[in-house]
């Protein structure tokens, strides 16, 4: 499975990105999908993850702002996030997981201007 990311890019605190990841290889439709995000001098967290089955969770810090949604005919997954804030800036990765196989895509960067 390989996964690209995309939608990065420079926002004003406030303001809302889309990211989407596409797969390409195999099916996902049988992978976890999620977000994860690291920012300058810290470790890469958690962002979102959304089941085989649909189930969401969330950090909580993005909960409410950040929603995670997934097209398994289209073979992607996307972030939609709002109300963005600077500590929101980071280089956001996704992955697909299933069992002991995890996936990573390059990762796409997002700015958050105050």
């Known amino acids: 499975v390989q996964l690209q990311a995309s939608g990065g890019g420079l926002v004003q605190a406030g303001g809302s990105l889309r990211l989407s990841c596409a797969a390409s290889?195999?099916?996902?439709?049988?992978?976890?999908m999620g977000w994860f995000r690291q920012a300058p001098g810290k470790e890469r967290e958690f962002v979102a993850v959304?089941?085989?089955?649909?189930?969401?969770d969330v950090l909580d810090s993005v909960n409410g702002r950040f929603t995670i949604s997934r097209d398994n005919s289209r073979k992607t997954v996307s972030l939609q996030m709002n109300s963005l804030k600077a500590d929101d800036a980071a280089v956001y990765y996704c992955?697909?997981?299933?069992?002991?196989?995890?996936?990573w895509g390059h990762g796409t960067l997002v700015t958050v201007s105050s």
């Open positions: 290889g195999r099916t996902v439709i049988n992978y976890h």
């Open positions: 959304i089941s085989v089955s649909g189930n969401t």
């Open positions: 992955n697909a997981k299933r069992g002991l196989t995890t996936y």
